[in-house]
């Protein structure tokens, strides 16, 4: 069984930074994309960014310059650095991953639980 382990969100007031985590445990053949979307109440799940296996990152404009990705391929494991956190910015943020189990398989799209963020004061 392979499943997608986030760290826990949290409480942050505005101007705050929080660093979430995420890793993918089980037997896996390969990772493609990885990265984290979120849902705030009332609204669809967005993308808030992603960073292939070759490294290269997309963000949504919305937190272009104050959040970073980055990635560990050996641990299976990618990091999102939010600074500058905003009240908007408050979400359940899902970690996802594009996976293959075997070589033959096709790819597959597997999502954490979820880890609520929330920016107030």
């Known amino acids: 069984q392979v499943h997608l382990v986030e760290s826990v969100g949290g409480l942050v007031q505005p101007g705050g930074s929080l660093r979430l985590s995420c890793a993918a445990s089980?037997?896996?053949?390969?990772?493609?994309?990885m990265g984290w979307y979120r849902q705030a109440p009332g609204k669809e799940r967005e993308l808030v960014a992603d960073?292939?296996?070759?490294?290269?990152?997309n963000y949504a404009d919305s937190v272009k310059g104050r959040f970073t990705m980055s990635r560990d391929r050996a641990k299976n494991t990618v990091s999102l650095q939010m600074n500058s956190l905003k009240p908007e910015d408050t979400a359940v943020y899902y970690c996802?991953?594009?996976?293959?189990?075997?070589?033959?398989?096709?790819?597959?799209?597997?999502w954490g639980q979820g880890t609520l963020v929330t920016v107030s004061s």
């Open positions: 996802y991953a594009q996976i293959k189990y075997y070589p033959w398989s096709d790819i597959a799209s597997l």
């Open positions: 960073i292939t296996n070759g490294g290269s990152t």
């Open positions: 089980g037997s896996i053949f390969s990772i493609n994309t």
